[in-house]
């Protein structure tokens, strides 16, 4: 046999004197990933979403603005999911406002 006698009638009394413990500490690497997995990469990409979010919600006409497409220009009407963006003089495009990924400073955007 594979397994001896000896150690067969072993294996129950060592498991019953790990107990509740033993398996505490067996699932202890598994809660220790899930922490550091919730602090390197979930806590930080949520905090990322809501900067987003208040970036897109504080958008004013007028504002400098550059997409997710490589668009720049600047912020000339607004409705509800979509505003419109002056790309050079008297051409403007729709496009919508979660595509905004960054407001530029007043001025980077030529006349």
Do not use: C, W
Request: avoid cysteine.
């Amino acid at each position: 046999m594979l397994i001896s006698s000896a150690f067969a009638q072993t294996a129950p009394a060592a498991a019953a004197e790990g107990g509740i413990m033993g398996s505490l500490t067996g699932m202890l690497p598994l809660v220790l990933m899930f922490v550091v997995l919730y602090f390197i990469m979930i806590r930080p990409q949520m905090k990322r979403q809501k900067e987003h979010k208040a970036m897109i919600e504080a958008l004013a006409k007028g504002d400098e603005v550059a997409t997710a497409g490589g668009l720049l220009g600047r912020v000339t009407r607004l409705s509800e999911g979509s505003m419109y963006i002056e790309i050079a003089n008297g051409v403007e495009v729709q496009v919508q406002r979660s595509a905004v990924t960054q407001v530029l400073p007043k001025g980077t955007v030529l006349k």
